[in-house]
């Protein structure tokens, strides 16, 4: 059955403002409700002549959880307007797809693809042991350093360029900060890069 977005969850994250764990045990982080109230308002917008309604965003909805330690992976789905899902995506890193994600057209029709396809012999789990390594994170726990703003102190791409694979990790707190100096209190820190080839594992650049 397709899945819809559900209301009463919504209240019980105070409205998108709290985390709620989910009976599967996946917890939402994140949460915004679709808006029945756009059609009706494009609708009336494209009778007086307007394009779009007098408001922002096209009415969609979404969700993002996190699946239950250790594991580091997040699910993003996205609703219409009319409640039911359009996109679900599998994350490591926030940044990096995996698994199977879907895609559901206007009519209703499923498009699956196999994120894990595209990948080359290394695999997420390879970069985050090399961020385990590198004492960002602990593999056994689902632990993360967190940033002074309270998030995960890493971040995830699988990038392809000219055919040539590479993860490119991101540490977001990696070093003092060495920037300019402006108004008000400079950031605690500055990224790192590296760049693992997807092939061998290789750390073939940092920055």
């Known amino acids: 059955m397709r899945e819809k977005f559900d209301f009463e969850v919504y209240k019980k994250t105070k409205y998108g403002a709290k985390h709620y764990v989910l009976p599967n045990k996946n917890t939402i982080i994140g949460m915004a409700a679709p808006n029945p109230e756009y059609l009706i308002a494009k609708a009336k917008a494209i009778q007086s002549g307007h394009n779009n ?31 039911y899902i359009t996109i679900k995506e599998h994350y490591i890193g926030g940044r990096t797809k995996v698994g199977i994600s879907e895609y559901y057209d206007e009519s209703g029709n499923l498009k699956k693809i196999d994120e894990d396809m595209k990948f080359g ?20 726990t689902g ?24 993860f490119i990790i991101k540490i977001l707190e990696g070093k003092p900060y060495n920037g300019p100096y402006g108004i008000g209190e400079p950031p605690a820190a500055s990224p790192i890069y590296y760049y693992m080839d997807s092939d061998t594992g290789e750390i073939i650049s940092e920055k």
């Open 53 to 83: 309604p007098p408001m922002e965003g096209d009415g969609s909805g979404s969700q993002d959880e996190r699946l239950p330690k250790p594991s580091f992976e997040t699910i993003y789905k996205e609703f219409n307007v009319d409640g």
């Open 143 to 166: 632990e993360a350093k967190q940033t002074s703003s309270g998030f995960d102190n890493f971040e995830l791409w699988f990038d392809i360029t000219k055919g040539k694979k590479q």
């Open 121 to 140: 012999k290394v695999k997420p789990i390879d970069a985050l042991r090399f961020l385990e390594e590198k004492n960002i994170l602990n593999l056994k």
